[in-house]
């Protein structure tokens, strides 16, 4: 962190990058650039002690904090809350924050994640429908057999009371879904899945008002305002995607 000498103002610089998918064993870098703090915004690789050992030997000397949002695929082949717990275990060695559901003070800045999950738009239609056509659907365990639409709707709702509840204006929030349809990926049509892959909470974002939010899932990168809220995502894709826009060398200071 540095302090402006004119005004006395210390600004962090934050290095993004979401949806690197390190679990096909060929993904794009997370490069030393000199941050401060490395978010994490989900899709990173599987929750487990591979991804781990890469946060603690790879990249806990760089930063003052790395803060870890998971995304769907950490889950994949795994059954969530034993995930979770595993993930929280071994974060309490200091290397990353955990954040699901969770408020982390670094410095002089807050920060608020939660993966957020899908509300499909509470369109009955397109739970259906993304229940059928999403891996996340037949990839992760949760309460006894695998995930459903309308479990997942009850873990967003919980991340909504959670946002709704802790977030203060000038937060910094992560997320792995996008908190608004204007961040889907405009190369695909708007329909039932588009509605899978953001979580339309505008009302949500506009009363709580944090600076800046961090989100990813889509591999469609946006950096656009809404309302009083920065909308940012620095996403890498799968090994065959080229075009997502991933920057390994963004920085953003708050």
């Known amino acids: 962190m540095s302090v402006h000498p004119a005004d006395g103002i210390t600004t962090m610089k934050l290095q993004i990058a979401s949806d690197i998918h390190r679990e ?28 781990v050992e890469w946060l603690r030997d790879d990249l806990a000397g760089r930063y003052e904090a790395i803060l870890y949002v998971p995304g769907n695929h950490e889950y994949y082949g795994r059954d969530l809350h034993e995930a979770n717990r595993h993930m929280e275990e071994m974060a309490m060695y200091g290397e990353y924050e955990w954040m699901n559901n969770r408020a982390v003070q670094v410095g002089d ?31 992760i365990r949760h309460g006894g057999g695998l995930m459903t639409p309308a479990a997942m709707l009850d873990l967003h709702e919980e991340a909504v009371a959670f946002l709704t509840e802790t977030v203060k204006p000038g937060d910094i929030v992560i997320t792995h879904w996008p908190p608004t349809l204007k961040a889907r990926h405009t ?58 826009g991933y920057n390994p060398g963004l920085i953003v200071e708050v």
């Open 24 to 51: 096909f064993g060929h993904s794009p870098v997370v490069p030393d650039i000199g941050a401060d703090v490395l978010v994490l915004a989900g899709d990173i690789g599987y929750a487990d002690d591979v991804t």
């Open 109 to 139: 800045r807050r920060f608020v994640g939660t993966p957020l999950w899908a509300n499909f738009c509470h369109e009955p239609l397109s739970m259906f429908n993304a229940g059928r056509a999403i891996n996340d659907f037949h990839r």
């Open 187 to 244: 190369g695909f049509p708007m329909d039932d899945i588009a509605r899978y892959f953001c979580a339309d909470i505008p009302k949500v974002v506009a009363s709580t008002r944090p600076e800046l939010w961090i989100c990813g899932h889509t591999h469609y990168n946006v950096d656009f305002t809404l309302g009083e809220t920065r909308i940012l995502s620095n996403q890498g894709g799968y090994p065959h995607e080229t075009l997502t």
